[in-house]
């Protein structure tokens, strides 16, 4: 029986970016040649589409995927993510990058040496140098920390990662995959290697992110480990209301030996008693929210078949699969 060939593919989202990406693609094929296979999913683009001439043009093989709206770009990534999870065998690589160039492919083979060692299902890419302003810098070092204090977990990395047959698998029967591509890495508890790798810049326009988009996405991190972060508000509020009680008590008893002074009696029991059932009452929130997720109260699963208008692949592309 004839052994399968092994293949890179290259999952990468596209939003108004088709000259970026046609960029991308002669750099990819560049780089692998008859090995690469690309799963680019074009999220609802009116002014800038990705069309198969870029495919024709760069001699990319692959699929393009076309999504019936912009949704953004993680449901973007985690419908390639599914595709590509029915056409890989298990000698396969997945590949998932942005299609601006900040995301190079001559670092693509730091990643794939980092998954030959057995003990890693899944190698990303750290940032190591960035192009963004300090403000940028600041707010994303405060976030990561924040990340850490409610969740308990690390965040270092972002969506240019690579993933064996094995992680590919694992990772599309989580719900939060469309989410957040990185925090679902994090919850999939697969090993992970991490690669320090500069960003690039882009190969041409500008970013379509806006600041209102990086914090909406930065927070749907929290989404994916909700339970956890609910759990440490609700023993943090509890810990305050339970501090509040003893306050409480001490004003009581200093009233009572005589060595409060007038009207201060009254303010500290009633600044005192609101931090007891405001706290009190958020623990207890806390606390039915975590019981419903658990009950199974979270979110249905994403019928991704729904998100697709139309699936066109190059000619090459079934040979190459068989």
Known sequence: ?????????????????????????????????????????????????????????????GVLINLRRNYGHQVAIAVGINHANKIMNENDILVVMDSDGEDTPNTIPILLDKLKFQKFEVAV??????????????FYFFYKYLFRVMTGKKILFGNFMALKYSAVQRIVSFRGLPTHLAATILASRLRIGHCPIDRGQRYSGRSKMNLVSLVLHGFKGFMIFVEDVLVRVGIACATIAFCSFLGIMMAIILKFLGFSTPGWFSVALGI?????????????????????????????????????????????AKSNIL
């Open 125 to 138: 890419a750290a940032r190591k140098k960035r192009h963004e302003t300090f403000i940028f810098k600041f």
């Open 1 to 61: 029986m004839r052994e399968k060939k092994t293949r890179i593919l290259v999952v990468t989202p596209v939003f108004e970016d088709s000259n970026a990406c046609e960029k991308l693609f002669s750099k990819l094929v560049d780089q692998f040649g008859s090995q690469l296979y690309i799963v680019a999913v074009e999220d609802g683009s009116i002014e800038n589409p990705l069309n198969m001439d870029h495919f024709k043009t760069t001699g990319a093989n």
């Open 272 to 316: 005192l008693v609101l931090m007891l059932l405001q706290t009190g009452s958020l623990a207890l929130m806390a606390l039915l929210l975590t019981s419903s997720r658990l009950g199974g109260l979270a979110q249905s699963e994403l019928n991704y078949g729904d998100l697709i208008s139309s699936e066109i692949e190059t000619k090459k």
